[in-house]
């Protein structure tokens, strides 16, 4: 796994032709529109002529899968999802995840999402949505917590053009229950936590990235902050290949719940 990422990288890396720029956002893990763990105020899908329906009112489906391995937990992670956008401002998402423990434990959890753009990106100020993910998990592992719930948040997100290199900005806030995102469960309180994402684009269709989402502090739980650092090729219009490095927190700690680090393969198509 280690030797593919690395691969992966140097593939990225070494990319110097001049595509047209596929855009983002990715699906993200949950499936909504964003890039690994977090949302962007951008909607999913292209809601132009040549990728959508009924003049560009409907947007034509956007995929995502990706592979997490955070193999100090001994965890494989797979999740898919699909998103797409409906009159340029209202985005609906479905994301399914299983999440694979040792071999021994195989938790699935289903996303139900939706946003709506507020305010479109404009020469000043950033695109800013709102949106909620309807969460639930088969869990069994953690007593006393509900087995369902939800996630609110408020985004905002703007591509700087005026530097060397164009930089995507991204951050905003989150109200949830979830514990690990929601995979073990949904407390009784709701916590607010915020999130953020930096992208610079040194080429027209590579994006090198960093996200960071802090983790939700509980009365009887307290998850870890995660981050990932990440590289992202749009390889034509359509696909998108992306591989990162991804830390949960520490799985020893006795202070917030982690899962370790690991790495990360993600492929994105918009049809």
């Given at each position: 796994?280690?030797?593919?990422?690395?691969?992966?990288?140097?593939?990225?890396?070494?990319?110097?032709?001049?595509?047209?720029?596929?855009?983002?956002?990715?699906?993200?893990?949950?499936?909504?529109?964003?890039?690994?763990?977090?949302?962007?105020?951008?909607?999913?899908?292209?809601?132009?002529?040549?990728?959508?329906?009924?003049?560009?009112?409907?947007?034509?489906?956007?995929?995502?899968?990706?592979?997490?391995?955070?193999?100090?937990?001994?965890?494989?992670?797979?999740?898919?999802?699909?998103?797409?956008?409906?009159?340029?401002?209202?985005?609906?998402?479905?994301?399914?995840?299983?999440?694979?423990?040792?071999?021994?434990?195989?938790?699935?959890?289903?996303?139900?999402?939706?946003?709506?753009?507020?305010?479109?990106?404009?020469?000043?100020?950033?695109?800013?949505?709102?949106?909620?993910?309807?969460?639930?998990?088969?869990?069994?592992?953690?007593?006393?917590?509900?087995?369902?719930?939800?996630?609110?948040?408020?985004?905002?997100?703007?591509?700087?053009?005026?530097?060397?290199?164009?930089?995507?900005?991204?951050?905003?806030?989150?109200?949830?229950?979830?514990?690990?995102?929601?995979?073990?469960?949904?407390?009784?309180?709701?916590?607010?936590?915020?999130?953020?994402?930096?992208?610079?684009?040194?080429?027209?269709?590579?994006?090198?990235?960093?996200?960071?989402?802090?983790?939700?502090?509980?009365?009887?739980?307290?998850?870890?902050?995660?981050?990932?650092?990440?590289?992202?090729?749009?390889?034509?219009?359509?696909?998108?290949?992306?591989?990162?490095?991804?830390?949960?927190?520490?799985?020893?700690?006795?202070?917030?719940?982690?899962?370790g680090d690991g790495f990360v393969l993600s492929a994105q198509y918009a049809f």
């Amino acid at each position: 796994m280690k030797k593919l990422i690395v691969v992966s990288l140097v593939v990225l890396a070494s990319v110097f032709t001049n595509m047209t720029l596929a855009g983002v956002p990715l699906n993200n893990l949950e499936g909504v529109g964003g890039i690994a763990f977090n949302p962007l105020a951008y909607t999913a899908g292209t809601a132009g002529e040549a990728n959508s329906f009924f003049g560009g009112n409907i947007s034509k489906p956007q995929v995502g899968l990706w592979r997490i391995g955070l193999h100090e937990a001994g965890i494989d992670w797979t999740t898919f999802g699909v998103a797409e956008t409906f009159f340029k401002r209202v985005e609906l998402s479905y994301g399914h995840e299983t999440i694979d423990f040792s071999n021994s434990k195989t938790i699935n959890k289903d996303n139900f999402g939706a946003k709506v753009l507020l305010l479109p990106e404009g020469d000043i100020l950033p695109a800013i949505s709102i949106g909620g993910v309807f969460k639930s998990t088969t869990q069994d592992m953690v007593p006393g917590v509900e087995n369902s719930g939800a996630d609110y948040y408020l985004v905002g997100t703007k591509l700087v053009k005026a530097l060397p290199w164009p930089v995507l900005l991204s951050g905003g806030v989150l109200s949830t229950q979830g514990q690990v995102l929601g995979v073990l469960g949904f407390n009784d309180n709701r916590k607010e936590v915020l999130f953020g994402n930096v992208d610079v684009l040194p080429l027209s269709n590579v994006a090198i990235g960093f996200e960071y989402r802090q983790g939700a502090h509980y009365d009887n739980w307290k998850d870890a902050n995660y981050w990932d650092g990440h590289v992202a090729w749009f390889v034509n219009p359509n696909l998108t290949l992306v591989a990162a490095y991804v830390n949960t927190g520490d799985q020893g700690s006795t202070k917030a719940f982690g899962l370790g680090d690991g790495f990360v393969l993600s492929a994105q198509y918009a049809f």
